[in-house]
């Protein structure tokens, strides 16, 4: 192919892709987004993070406060401040750690990589554990094992914790959570699978 030809393919693809309106256009367009998310963007994202879920979509309530991005962090202490007062976390501990109002169903979250020694009480990680999807929960004890971590996680919302949860080894954590990119935009996602879940995992988020 010569130089004229390879020229004129590109010119014609360019067309395709950004200025022809026809439904070639829109479908070749679709999948030239698709390629360049998959293969370049998110790669790239997850070499930049040190993680290979750098953006994680909120896929259950365990995590949300009430009113989410507008919840009332002091209503919310006085509703829930007993459970981490048997752990010996203050008001004031709280009020230091990440995320301190929680985040909801279809909030889509920032994920970093870490060092085990430095994650710390507060933190929130995401972790495989016993579910088909890793876990997004807040750190609530740390054990230092012969040069191996353990973590103890808990939902915010969640009456307790889930059994696998009680001690998850450093190399089950895929990252830890550092802001909140957006809410809710992950439901355009999530809508396609809630069919599937059980009853009382389906719909919006309600306080426990």
């Keep these: 192919m010569n130089k004229e030809k390879i020229k004129k393919f590109f010119e014609r693809f360019w067309y395709l892709l950004w200025k022809d309106n026809s439904f070639k256009g829109w479908i070749l367009s679709l999948v030239v987004i698709f390629v360049f998310i998959k293969f370049i963007f998110f790669p790239l994202l997850s070499l930049v993070t040190g993680t290979p879920l750098p953006l ?12 989410n991005v507008l919840s009332d962090f002091n209503a919310w ?21 990440s995320f301190k109002n929680g985040f909801g169903k279809g909030d889509i979250l920032f994920i970093t990589g870490v060092n085990p020694a430095k994650i710390k009480i507060g933190d929130i990680i995401i972790f495989r554990g016993d579910t088909p999807n890793p876990v997004i929960h807040r750190v609530i004890g740390i054990n230092n094992v012969n040069g191996t971590y353990f973590f103890s996680t808990e939902g915010d919302n969640n009456n307790g914790q889930l059994s696998f949860e009680k001690s998850i080894n450093q190399n089950q954590v895929i990252g830890k959570a550092s802001f909140r990119i957006v809410p809710f935009i992950g439901w355009a996602k999530l809508i396609f699978f809630e069919s599937s879940k059980p009853a009382e995992e389906r719909g919006l988020c309600s306080e426990n």
Aim: hydrophobic letters at 35%.
């Design 56 to 67: 994680a979509i909120v896929e259950s309530c365990s995590m949300y406060h009430s009113g």
């Design 77 to 97: 202490w006085e509703r829930h401040n007993m459970k981490y007062t048997e752990l010996n976390v203050s008001l004031q501990d709280f009020e230091r750690f």
